[in-house]
């Protein structure tokens, strides 16, 4: 090997051609880091660069418009070099995307650090981000791409999943049969919807404007069908309602004309909702009136114009959702901020329709948020077994089961095999050391990874999402994600990351997330029923700070010591 660098045996290997740029995978049993708890941070670093997995891999692009797992190719290599080295009793800290020090801590202390994109709040906008980052000096990290933690399109399809089942749940006794659900949107996002209903049992309608959208979710096998005739389109998601067929369909059209065309013919959908992604109207969202190419090019051609136009697109598209709102539909606004782009046309009440938070907060309330595990060797089998042991321990949760079901069904591992599901405080921590044990009695190939998206109960602070209206007005309080990220460090998780800017952009949010390696070991049992607990308890707890009945009730029953619930009055507000 002589002078060569740590880096050459993922090289020589096949794992990384520094030529090509490429990544892939690390699967197998053989170590190359000092133990499992570094050599799992690697193999999640690799994953999520895998081009199965990333959306931009040359550009070391995971997801999430730039969201990144490292600065730059030579950031990445220093980050891999340091792994290969290090020892298991130090601690390596990433500064948004940059390998800066390996310091000796203990054993039982994360191996990893991160913080990606922080900015003193002053400074904390898109604009003077993008001037540190052209200087070199930071990275947008997302929410799992700068963590490690992105697993691909089941996080959003599981998302949504979670979201369309806590209406259903809150509003049609559990299921979406004979439902009709009227939304917008094939994105790499919104493309998961017409599944999500399904596997609830309903019947989606999109209106998607662009063809080769509509054709690649048909491909993919998140889309049954099309057309481009409204009418035609309409009468049979109403007959698959009536039959009470799960069904989705796709419209080739613009959403506000689609949604004005159902207010017109009296049809009254039980949810409406959309994922055009408005938040960035210039470059998401696509004015009426005009053909899908023209847009284009009058975006190239003329911004100012082609933004006038989506304004006044998003305003006729609002004050069709405002009238299904009026005559008793379930509309929500999906984290896209049209309410916003509305209001700022014109449309004074367009925040009478709620944020999604409505139906997903009592999720959060009681600590049920999204956990996600990854078979660290590559073993598809061992997650198929995780599947059924997920159900024996949880099976009386029906939607669980159906979600686990309908996954190990739909859904194509990409890169590590992995699977999503939410789960509640005390269940995490249960299937977590379960898992543990699986791995050390040999029930399992190899270790396994677990973590979670940073949109979880006490991890984020972002008021036009997940914090938006809490009862007692601490939208945009910032405390919650750092006490997170901190308790997990003390408690042993194997990487702690911190972020900001996720989900809604620079300036609006910080969120915390972490990686736990279970290598089978006993002190594993230990760092996971401790940290699978502090972490979804900090979410009750903030809930219940918040002055959240479920919350307050859950801490005394599992007997959760939090001052905060004796403390002033909770429900005055
Ligand atoms: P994307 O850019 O990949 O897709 C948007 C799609 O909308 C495109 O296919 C586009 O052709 C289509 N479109 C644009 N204008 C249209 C119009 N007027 N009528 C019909 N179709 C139109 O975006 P994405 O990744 O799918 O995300 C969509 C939006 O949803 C984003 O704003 C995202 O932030 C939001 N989102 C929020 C959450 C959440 O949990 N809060 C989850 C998923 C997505």
Known sequence: MGDAR???????????DPETRSVRVIRGHELHAVNWQVEGALRMLFHVLDPAVAKDPKNLVVYGGSG??????????????????????????????????????????????????????????WEYFRKLEAKGLTMFGQMTAGSWAYIGTQGILQGTYEEFGAIAEQRFAGSLEHRLVLTAGLGEMGGAQPLAVKMHGGVALVAEVNREQIKRK??????????????????????????????????????????????????????????????????G???????????????????????????????????????????????????NNIRKLAYDAGVSDAFRIPGQMVFMRPLFEVGRGPFRWASLVGEEGDIRRLDEEVITLFGENEKLTRWIRNASKHVRFQGLPARVCWLGYGERALFGVRINQMVR?????????VGRDHLDGGSVASPYRETEGMKDGSDAVGDWPVLNALINAV??????????????????????????????????????????????????????????ESSLRLIEEKGIKAPTARIGSKIQH
């Open 6 to 16: 740590p880096i050459q045996r993922l090289i020589d290997e096949g794992y990384y």
């Open 68 to 125: 990144k797992a490292a600065r730059n190719w030579e950031c990445f290599e220093a980050i891999v070099d340091t792994l290969l080295t290090m020892g298991g009793d130090e601690t390596l800290l990433v500064q948004s995307g940059k390998p800066v020090v390996v310091f000796k801590t203990h054993t039982h202390s994360p191996r990893v650090l991160m913080s990606n994109a922080m900015l003193v709040p002053k400074w904390a906008d």
């Open 218 to 283: 048909i491909e993919q096998g998140y889309l049954d069908t099309w057309s481009d005739d409204f009418g035609k389109a309409l009468s049979i998601a109403l007959s698959a309602k009536d039959r009470g067929e799960a069904l989705s369909i796709g419209v080739l059209g613009n959403a506000a004309d689609l949604y004005t065309f159902v207010l017109k013919e009296g049809i009254v959908p039980d949810i409406v909702t959309d994922q055009t992604a408005a938040h960035d109207p210039l470059n």
């Open 285 to 335: 969202y696509v004015p009426s009136g005009i053909s899908f190419e023209d847009a284009t090019r009058l975006r190239r051609e003329d911004p100012d114009a082609y933004m006038r136009r989506a304004m006044s697109t998003i305003r006729v598209h609002v004050e069709a959702m405002l009238g299904f709102l009026d005559k008793g539909s379930v509309v929500f606004d999906y984290g």
């Open 441 to 449: 009695k040999g029930e399992l190939s190899g270790p396994v990874w």
């Open 491 to 548: 408690s042993g998780a194997t990487w702690v990351a911190f972020h900001h800017g996720g989900g809604v952009g620079i300036g609006y949010s910080i969120h915390a997330g972490f990686g736990l390696v279970l290598d089978g070991s006993p002190e594993m049992d230990l760092r996971a029923e401790r940290v699978l607990t502090v972490d979804p308890g900090l979410g009750v707890v903030r809930h219940a700070d918040a002055g959240y």
